[in-house]
């Protein structure tokens, strides 16, 4: 275990603005801000006077109050006779962050805030009020996408009084989904202009290693960030936790270990948050807890309960309620929580496995200590190779920058789709295409060549009947398989089409809400799949098979030992069958599958390095495939420190020699049609990857290989061939050609 100790911070306080509302500074006062910090100052003053800001501070840092102030102060204006007045939008990614947003505005009563929730839980009566009389509007990127844009001319009011533009949780908006959002923004910008609109962006985000470009890509506008946090804060102990091993080898999982921390903090009178990676994770550790509690500190079961996405408002408010009064000792969370909820003074808070990010870990821990008090945050090792790493480590947390955020405005397979609803929403014009990027002209001739626009001497039409916005999902997902109970017809839940294969095929043991259900029959036409409730003692884990193709080259660097590539990919995979494996990891059976081949165009990293250099090495040709694949595992599990991804964001592929480049290759590509940055993110900082990566596979006590170095949980294979050794040995190779 390790523990650092973060020394406490004390504020700095600033003035108020001299030309601040008086009705708003009344609100303030009567709210008990007696002043603002010194942030909170600077991203108002910046704001108020037109300047697009990034305001990125620390959780809890009042970020808030820094885009509230300008907007609730443009909002209290009386307008001129005639006119409707300004107007301010807040883009939240959740309905909830919006719904605590709308609460706190409401709490401040400043007159003339007309400030009101639309989303896809606004009743259709309410609606209209919205759009004819609210004058602060509170939604999501996902209903501006589908509603306000494409209905534009039923929110003229709205958009011709449009001051300001306000993104919250901004850093959420990466990889795929940023892309898309970053296109929403544009299309934003374009409609608001129409109406003759040029309203001021101001965008809040956990601590992120470059705010203003992030934002400048996010928006398309140049952004000025606010960063020197003025908040008070208090000293913090910060633990890196690794569970120990049984008698027999075994580690206790992450979750159970949490688990176990936050009974024993909770029974000490120490209120404390524990996060999960899943949904099913936060009911397993808050049951968990509450089992521990039962035996050894009864009295205290009932103040543990859990909280994640998918609850109802009310239930959710009860739960915050409980935390802010005490009477809710301990809750297990997702990052539902971790976004902006408002919920102050807790003690500890218990992580269960790395959270991804850098970024994600500081909101997170930021939870504890929130009324300034001392606190504790512990990071619980799991069973992967990155934590293991991390918590042998340390100065990879603490003594290094949060992480770039990426995304790419300009993804052809994201902007596309993007050019067809813009010119839904409004004839795209020649002044149009600077705001799109350089390769929107490219894309405009292509969709007039799919039929999908028509090009007139006056710009760029929609040229179809449907609404193209239907067509686009701007978090990436693809269509949905939806699985029902075979017996009532019921709809247990969904799953990507993409995940369908490998989750839900024909026998697989699907658990969804901590209960195991059997598929009987996966029907791909219909999109649904079948099931039956029951446990049958066994879980099942797919088998597939994969191949790639080189189609472009973009960059090649040739190093000591091998040659390093990034660009475009095309990738077949198969589904062909699957294990059913008891839980102690015997395998009792296994199935073939008769499934479809699925493709997949986007960008990846890869390597090469010459058979006689790996024989060299101490790797002969039988242990290749062995070696290459543990590599690729094991490089997959480290890349997100290095790129904001997940491990289920990339896919993989080694090959003892492949076609395209005759050689023994090492591939890590993105998940997602045409890129979503994290395999050019892995080519830029290849050094610090592969190093990190050889590093963590050293340091694994195992023998031969296992969850904390090189095995996968997704492996298509089943984690066969896999050789530990020579994995090191391949690995060694490419951090001594990094440079």
């Known amino acids: 275990m390790h523990l650092e100790v973060l020394a ?108 009101a929730t639309y989303d896809g839980d606004t009743p259709p009566e309410e609606r209209r009020w919205v759009r004819e009389h609210a004058n602060l509007v509170l939604t999501n990127p996902d209903l501006l996408h589908h509603s306000l844009l494409p209905g534009h001319e039923r929110w003229s009011r709205f958009l011709r009084g449009l001051r300001y533009v306000v993104v919250d949780e901004c850093h959420v908006y990466r990889g795929v989904f940023g892309s898309h959002v970053a296109a929403v923004l544009r299309r934003l910008r374009r409609v ?9 962006f101001v965008l809040a985000s956990a601590t992120v290693s470059d705010p203003a470009e992030h934002a400048a890509r996010l928006t398309g506008l140049p952004v000025r960030a606010v960063t020197d946090d003025g908040s008070p804060r208090g000293a913090m102990t910060f633990a ?10 075994a580690r206790r999982s992450a979750t159970t270990e949490a688990a176990a921390l936050m009974a024993d903090l909770v029974g000490h009178g120490v209120q404390t948050v524990a996060f999960a ?79 991804g990010r850098r970024a994600s870990l500081w909101q997170q821990a930021g939870r504890a200590g929130r009324s300034g008090g001392e606190s504790l945050a512990v990071l619980v090792a799991a069973d992967d190779p990155l934590d293991g790493y991390l918590v042998r480590h340390p100065e990879a947390l603490f003594g290094a920058p949060v992480e770039s955020t990426v995304l790419d405005p300009e993804n052809p397979q994201v ?18 295409l600077g705001l799109f990027g350089e390769g929107s002209r490219r894309l405009l001739d292509v969709l007039v060549e799919s039929g999908i626009l028509r090009r007139r001497p006056a710009g760029w039409f929609w040229a179809r009947q449907d609404r193209p916005a239907a067509h686009i999902s701007l978090r990436g997902a693809s269509e949905v398989v939806a699985v029902v109970e075979r017996r009532t017809g019921r709809v ?91 839980p102690g990891g015997e395998v009792v059976g296994r199935h073939a599958l008769d499934l479809p081949e699925r493709t997949l165009t986007t960008k990846a990293v890869w390597w090469t390095v010459e058979p006689e250099v790996l024989t060299a090495a101490g790797v002969e040709e039988a242990a290749v495939p062995g070696a290459l694949h543990g590599a690729e595992h094991a490089a997959i599990g480290m890349l997100p420190l290095v790129a904001t991804s997940d491990r289920w964001d990339v896919g993989g592929v080694s090959t003892a020699r492949h076609p395209d480049t005759g050689l023994p290759t090492v591939m890590v590509f993105d998940g997602y049609p045409g890129g979503a940055g994290f395999a050019e993110r892995a080519s830029e900082r290849f050094q610090a990857w592969v190093r990190a990566t050889r590093d963590a596979v050293l340091a694994c006590p195992c023998a031969d290989g296992c969850p904390a170095c090189v095995q996968s949980p997704k492996c298509g294979n089943g984690n066969d061939p896999l050789d530990k050794a020579g994995a090191v040995a391949v690995l060694d190779l490419a951090v001594a050609g990094a440079g």
Do not use: C
């Open 8 to 115: 406490a911070r004390p504020p700095r306080l600033a003035q108020w603005p001299e030309g601040v509302a008086p009705a708003v500074l009344a609100a303030l006062l009567g709210a008990g801000v007696e002043r603002p910090w010194s942030h909170q100052r600077e991203a108002i003053d910046l704001a108020s006077a037109g300047t697009h800001v990034v305001l990125s501070t620390g959780t809890a840092s009042g970020k808030s109050l820094g885009y509230l102030v300008p907007v609730l102060a443009s909002l209290a204006e009386r307008p001129a006779s005639g006119l409707s007045g300004p107007s301010a939008l807040y883009l939240s990614p959740t309905k909830a962050l919006a719904a605590d947003q709308l609460a706190r505005v409401d709490r401040l009563a400043v007159p003339g805030v007309r400030a």
């Open 192 to 200: 608001a202009a129409r109406y003759g609109a040029s309203p001021t």
């Open 240 to 249: 890196l936790w690794e569970p120990a091993a049984d008698e027999e080898g």
């Open 277 to 355: 990676r899943s949904r099913a994770g936060a009911e397993a550790l808050a049951s968990g807890a509450r089992r521990r509690l039962a035996a050894e500190h009864p009295q205290a079961v009932e103040s543990v309960a859990a909280y994640r996405g998918g609850y109802l408002p009310q239930d959710r408010r009860e739960l915050e309620a409980g935390l802010r009064a005490g009477s809710l000792r301990g809750l297990a969370a997702t990052n539902a929580l971790e976004l902006g909820v408002d919920v102050s003074g807790l003690d500890a808070v218990v992580m269960a496995g790395w959270p």
């Open 415 to 432: 902007l596309a789709p993007h050019l067809a609803a813009a010119a839904a929403e409004l004839p795209l014009v020649e002044d149009d």
């Open 492 to 582: 247990v839940g969904t799953v990507d089409e993409a995940a369908a294969h490998s989750q839900v095929h024909t026998g697989a043991v699907h658990v969804h809400q901590g209960e195991a259900w059997v598929v009987t029959e996966l029907d791909l036409e219909a999109r649904v799949a079948h099931v039956v409730r029951g446990d049958p003692g066994w879980s099942t884990q797919a088998e597939s098979v994969s191949r790639f193709d080189i189609l472009a080259t973009e960059r090649s660097a040739q190093r000591a030992r091998v040659v390093t590539s990034f660009g475009t990919v095309r990738v077949t995979s198969r589904v062909t069958g699957f294990t059913r494996r008891l």
